[in-house]
């Protein structure tokens, strides 16, 4: 029994990733995500408005960090605010000293926390929640859960295709093939590829008719900014699949870049709510720009100006993962290659044959 300890005590020392994952990952999902494991908002930025900016500004609760005070804007930029995701609630004032507080309902907590706190520490001031009247946690969660369905495909099941490809020897077979190795990474991504954006119909659909989830922005919007982040999330199931032995090594690799973007993405806990340092690494992830375009979209209805900055992100992440991953395939299937072609003899000259001889 104790030579069956001993050994497999041996072999957990020699699989490094699996000692990894054992005593490395929970020691850092213990510090990363003790930080951003938070619900409470304490700053939502504010921006404040009309005839009475300046002294209503001064009187709002510590909660609400004014960034702007603009007396010369009224309700209609202030909206027009909310819609581009600039702030979270603007606080319309007018001449009679009366205020009314504009809030995105689409940045569920921080809404919250502003109602709340003025219902607290300034109740002369009437609240109205724009975009998700009811404060539905589904209203929020079926964008970000759409964008988690396609980290899901594009990472973990993605990673599977090339090793299942080395695994079972064809890949070798794919290297002697008249293709090159962009013709190869189209032709595994593209089933994904389809599978994920019918699943993303599926999950939208769902949501719209069966847990009323407003969709007020552009389809074509939403489609860009979702092919934008699948190029992402495919090109990093692509490099997994590279740098992984097995299916368990893939598995493994892929979860350790799928749960951090689940956790510290916005899609469950708010970025405002995260320590500085933690919410520095959400703005790494994909899925931090994918929950804010779809959420953007659907639930205010923003333009393609409000999301340009995130969709020009997802798209240089894009462009860095998959020309990664493109390297990454050429570097294992053109060495496969030059062996093959080593090893060719070349045609068969045929059984020799004696010389004639030359009659006298």
């Known amino acids: 029994m104790w030579a069956m300890v001993v050994n497999e005590f041996r072999q957990m020392r020699r699989?490094?990733?699996a000692l990894a994952m054992m005593i490395v990952l929970p020691l850092l999902m213990l510090v990363v995500f003790g930080y951003a494991a938070s619900f409470d908002v304490s700053d939502?930025?504010?921006?404040?408005?009309?005839?009475?900016?300046?002294?209503?500004a001064s009187e709002l609760p510590d909660t609400l960090a004014v960034e702007e005070?603009?007396?010369?804007?009224?309700?209609?930029e202030g909206r027009d605010a909310l819609v581009d995701g600039a702030v979270v609630a603007v606080v319309v004032t007018s001449k009679t000293g009366e205020g009314r507080v504009l809030v995105d309902?689409?940045?569920?907590?921080?809404?919250?926390?502003?109602a709340n706190g003025i219902a607290a520490e300034a109740p002369a001031l009437q609240v109205e929640i724009l975009f998700n009247p009811d404060l539905d946690t589904s209203a929020v969660m079926v964008p970000a859960i759409a964008g988690m369905i396609l980290?899901?495909?594009?990472?973990?099941?993605?990673?599977?295709?090339?090793?299942?490809?080395?695994?079972?020897?064809?890949?070798?077979?794919?290297?002697?093939?008249?293709?090159?190795?962009?013709?190869?990474?189209?032709?595994?991504?593209?089933p994904y590829f389809a599978i994920a954006a019918l699943d993303l119909l599926v999950v939208i659909g769902v949501g719209v008719l069966l847990f009323d989830v407003p969709f007020n922005g552009s389809p074509w919007l939403l489609a860009l900014g979702s092919a934008l982040f699948l190029l992402v999330t495919l090109g990093i199931g692509l490099l997994v699949s590279s740098v992984s032995e097995n299916s368990g090594q893939a598995i493994q690799l892929a979860l350790m870049t799928l749960l951090p973007q689940v956790l510290l993405s916005g899609m469950i806990f708010p970025l405002e709510a995260m320590a500085a340092g933690i919410r520095w690494?959400?703005?790494?992830?994909?899925?931090?720009?994918?929950?804010?375009?779809?959420?953007?979209?659907m639930l205010r209805g923003a333009s393609i100006e409000a999301v340009a900055q995130p969709l020009a992100l997802l798209a240089v992440l894009g462009t860095v993962v998959f020309g990664l991953a493109l390297l990454r395939t050429r570097r294992d299937l053109v060495p496969v290659r030059r062996r093959t072609r080593s090893k060719d003899p070349g045609p068969d000259p045929g059984p020799e044959r004696e010389p004639h001889a030359v009659a006298p």
């Open 15 to 17: 699989d490094h990733r």
């Open 44 to 56: 939502v930025p504010v921006r404040v408005v009309g005839p009475q900016a300046e002294q209503v």
């Open 69 to 76: 005070v603009v007396p010369a804007d009224g309700e209609e």
């Open 105 to 114: 309902g689409s940045q569920l907590f921080s809404a919250r926390a502003v």
């Open 151 to 190: 980290v899901f495909i594009g990472t973990v099941i993605t990673s599977l295709g090339m090793v299942r490809e080395r695994t079972a020897g064809t890949l070798e077979q794919l290297s002697v093939m008249p293709f090159r190795p962009r013709d190869v990474l189209v032709g595994k991504i593209a």
């Open 281 to 297: 690494l959400a703005y790494i992830l994909p899925l931090t720009y994918f929950v804010d375009i779809s959420r953007a979209v």
